[in-house]
């Protein structure tokens, strides 16, 4: 084959490539001209992935589904959740070589589900399902067409006795290859799981790295583990170590496939909830929506580079940016865990964590552990650090419960509206337009759908301003015990970013 053969199959496939891409919008005659700004699209299809609540008997656990209403989405389409298969209800799945994980307290029975758990009938309505039991498996969701642009999905748990009692709330998450989760802890009164989902059709190879305060641990599973395809197992951290950590950090990386993780925090003595993933490692973290009446919080650092990390510590308050007496500044070695107990930080207002480089910015992952309530009657739920609310960030379930929207501008003054959906079984949609001042954190009276029937779910959407960051609460006390979980709320993925083209055939002649 000649060169000049060579030179028209590669032009051929050149043109391909460019017109299969570019617009359909014929180029000017004066040229390409400027540049086109991308579009903000709606996607058109979401998959979530819901850990298995509970291993206790006595949990009760409700999902609550919710697509916003987008301008410019498809017509059609539809969301449900379906069950995870082969995930069995004493935490145990059998794996490709025949090995299995065996989790704590379940019945040994194997769960699957015929129907699934919800079926939403329209954007801008929540749709609710409900279970109870140890034996619920974990969930894969899926939304295409007018389902996909937003949707979230809530899993939120009640358990009135026994280990990790009280409130326990997760978003449902997309899978992905890595996840950073400092908080977790293999202590004598902990019992701590992280949650493998896998919704591919092939099976998932992960790794698992701990790390404390004297650096990485050595794992007793150093081959990783395999993931069925449609499957799920919980990995007892215990299980991977015979160290007793108060603080560790857990890495999570995937050496084949994709999976959704979180952590299951769970306390003897303080109740429990769930770990959500913390932001991508980096030099400046905001951790938002403390509570007020927070009797104990504890913040967990880590960095993975080759360089330390010093950082200042302010308090996001509801009149600006304060430094917590006795921790201005936190320093992070390489490799190894660091906490710090900064108490009742937040001495009756509302607050939010920021953290900023003292000097060099090296990349840093944090969470909070924040306890709520004294003695016998404490309550503990986790504030991973998370990224900006961007575009639009959404909230399911927020009914009979108590809700708090914790909103935060660090860097500069935001406005900021957020709209109450209609209820699950009734009610008129409601907005209301904040203004959130420069480096304050507020609890706002967050909008509640007129003639509200059933759940309803929040939307935050910031309207001009400095970048946004929220969080939400909720509460529920039982026998005297202030149950609560808090959910982070960055960007809800449901636009996507288009490059414009235009046709440029003079690309064929360079």
């Known amino acids: 084959m000649n060169r000049t053969t060579l030179s028209l199959i590669a032009g ?31 996607v058109e299809r979401t998959s979530l992935l819901c850990p298995a609540p509970s291993i206790s008997d006595i949990a009760d656990t409700s999902y609550t589904s919710f697509t916003p209403v987008t301008k410019g989405a498809d017509g059609g389409g539809k969301a449900g959740l379906q069950a995870a298969a082969e995930q069995s209800a004493d935490g145990t799945s059998s794996t490709d070589d025949g090995t299995s994980s065996t989790g704590k307290g379940g019945k040994g029975a194997k769960k699957t589900a015929d129907k699934p758990v919800l079926t939403p009938k329209e954007p801008g309505t929540p749709a609710t399902g409900d279970t109870s039991g140890a034996d619920t498996p974990a969930l894969v969701g899926i939304a295409d067409g007018k389902f996909a642009p937003g949707w979230t999905v809530q899993e939120t748990t009640e358990v009135v006795a026994g280990t990790g009692r009280g409130l326990q709330g997760v978003n449902c998450t997309a899978a992905d290859t ?10 004598a009164d902990r019992t701590d799981y992280v949650h493998l989902t896998n919704p591919d059709d092939s099976a998932a190879v992960v790794d698992i790295e701990l790390y404390g305060k004297d650096g990485a641990i050595k794992s007793t599973v150093p081959d990783g583990f395999t993931i069925p395809p449609h499957a799920s197992k919980p990995i007892l951290l215990s299980t991977l170590t015979d160290q007793h950590q108060a603080d560790l950090t857990v890495h999570v990386s995937v050496r084949s496939g994709r999976v959704g993780a979180a952590v299951q925090a769970l306390d003897d003595k303080v109740g429990g909830d769930w770990l ?44 600006g940016l304060i430094t917590p007496a006795g921790s201005e500044t936190l320093h992070v070695k390489s490799g190894m ?35 709520r309530g004294k003695g016998a009657k404490q309550e503990t739920a986790f504030i991973p650090a998370t990224a900006p609310v961007g575009t639009r960030a959404t909230s399911a379930d927020n009914s009979g419960r108590s809700t708090t929207l914790s909103l935060t501008a660090p860097t500069g003054t935001a ?96």
């Open 12 to 42: 051929t496939a050149a043109l391909a490539a460019v017109t299969a891409f570019a617009a359909l919008d014929a180029p000017s005659a004066s040229g390409a001209g400027p540049a086109k700004a991308a579009a903000e699209l709606p």
């Open 178 to 187: 890595e996840f950073w989760f400092p908080g977790a802890s293999t202590a």
């Open 276 to 319: 959500a993933a913390a932001a991508d490692p980096a030099g400046s973290l905001v951790l938002p929506g403390i509570p007020k009446d927070a009797t104990d919080v504890r913040l967990i650092a880590f960095t993975p580079g080759d360089a330390d990390a010093d950082l200042k510590v302010k308090l996001a308050s509801p009149d």
């Open 337 to 371: 865990t660091t906490a710090v107990d900064l108490r009742d930080v937040t001495r009756g207002e509302a607050g939010s964590l920021v953290l900023t480089p003292t000097d060099q910015s090296v990349p840093v992952v944090a969470a909070l552990r924040v306890v």
């Open 415 to 510: 406005t900021v509206k957020v709209t109450a959906s209609a209820g699950s079984e009734g009610g008129t949609a409601a907005s209301k337009t904040y203004t959130i001042k420069s480096g304050t954190t507020q609890d706002v009276d967050a909008p509640v759908p007129s003639g509200v029937k059933g759940t309803y779910a929040l939307t935050v959407e910031p309207v001009s301003g400095a970048p946004v960051y929220a969080s939400r609460t909720l509460s529920a006390t039982e026998s005297g015990v202030p149950g609560f979980t808090i959910q982070t709320l960055p960007n809800d993925r449901g636009l996507v970013s288009v490059p414009q083209a235009d046709e440029d055939l003079s690309i064929l002649q360079k």
